[in-house]
Antibody
Framework: QVQLQESGPGLVKPSETLSLTCTVS????????WSWIRQPPGKGLEWIGY???????KYNPSLTSRVTISGDTSRNQFSLKLRSVTAADTAVYFC??????????????WGKGTTVTVSS | SSELTQDPAVSVALGQTVRITCQGD??????ATWYQQRPGQAPLLVIY???NRPSGIPDRFSGSSSGNTASLTITGAQAEDEADYYC???????????FGGGTKLTVL
C-alpha cells in the first residue's frame, strides 16, 4: 500500500524559498506521476504541478516562474521548491500520486498535508 | 476565479439524492475527476474517468457528463457525506489541470 508523507519547514520568511519533500513508501517514484497541491486557509485546492520521472514536468501557469518539482530515486522522494514566497503562499501543501489517460487525470493517494506559513 | 465553475454550497436531506455540478468548456472533451474533502483532512478521490469509483468508495457516488457540465450524484446521502467536493479537469489551454472552486455539501 503506497503512502506519502510531506516534510519541511513550517515557517518560511518572505522572499525566501519554500522547500518541501514527499517521501513515498510502498511504491517507486519511477512509476506514475507525482503532484503537489496546496490549499490556502479557508480556500479551495490549487494544483501546483507534477512530474513524471525522467520524462517531464508541468506546472500551474500562475506559478511556473517560481516552482520546480523534481525527484530523487535514491531516497524515493520528490520535492517542491517555490521561490520568492509571499504571504499569499501560506497554505497546507499536499503531495499526491497521479495517473490517468488522455481524457482524465486523477490523484488517488495523498499525503496528509503540511502547513507552511510565510511570515517574517 | 476557476475555469471550472461549481456552486459554492448545496444542501440535501438525509437519504435523498443530490447532484453537484461542475461547468467548463473543457468538459466537452475531458472527464472530470471528483474529490471529497472533510475538514482537516486530505482530499479523497471518489470518481474518475467516465464513472469509475476507487476501491472503498460507496456505490451511492456516481459521475456523469453532458455537454460542458460534469455531475457528481450521491444517491441516498448519508451524514458522513457532508464535506467539500471539488471537480478537477483540463484548463482552457488544454495543457494543464485545474480544480473547480469547490462545493460545500450540507446534509440536513
Amino acid at each position: 500500500q503506497v503512502q506519502l508523507q510531506e516534510s519541511g519547514p513550517g515557517l518560511v520568511k518572505p522572499s525566501e524559498t519554500l522547500s518541501l519533500t514527499c517521501t513515498v513508501s510502498g511504491g517507486s517514484i519511477t512509476d506514475y506521476s507525482w503532484s503537489w497541491i496546496r490549499q490556502p486557509p479557508g480556500k479551495g485546492l490549487e494544483w501546483i504541478g507534477y512530474f513524471y520521472y525522467s520524462e517531464y514536468s508541468k506546472y500551474n501557469p500562475s506559478l511556473t516562474s517560481r516552482v520546480t518539482i523534481s525527484g530523487d530515486t535514491s531516497r524515493n522522494q520528490f520535492s517542491l521548491k517555490l521561490r520568492s514566497v509571499t504571504a499569499a503562499d501560506t497554505a497546507v501543501y499536499f503531495c499526491a500520486r497521479g495517473s490517468g489517460s488522455g481524457f482524465y487525470y486523477y490523484m488517488d493517494v495523498w499525503g496528509k498535508g503540511t502547513t507552511v506559513t510565510v511570515s517574517s | 476565479s476557476s475555469e471550472l465553475t461549481q456552486d459554492p454550497a448545496v444542501s440535501v436531506a438525509l437519504g435523498q439524492t443530490v447532484r453537484i455540478t461542475c461547468q467548463g468548456d473543457t468538459l466537452r472533451n475531458y472527464f472530470a475527476t471528483w474529490y471529497q474533502q472533510r475538514p482537516g483532512q486530505a482530499p479523497l478521490l471518489v470518481i474518475y474517468g467516465r464513472n469509475n469509483r476507487p476501491s472503498g468508495i460507496p456505490d451511492r457516488f456516481s459521475g456523469s457528463s453532458s455537454g460542458n457540465t460534469a455531475s457528481l450524484t450521491i444517491t441516498g446521502a448519508q451524514a458522513e457525506d457532508e464535506a467539500d467536493y471539488y471537480c478537477y479537469s483540463r484548463d482552457s489551454s488544454y495543457n494543464h489541470w485545474v480544480f473547480g472552486g469547490g462545493t460545500k455539501l450540507t446534509v440536513l
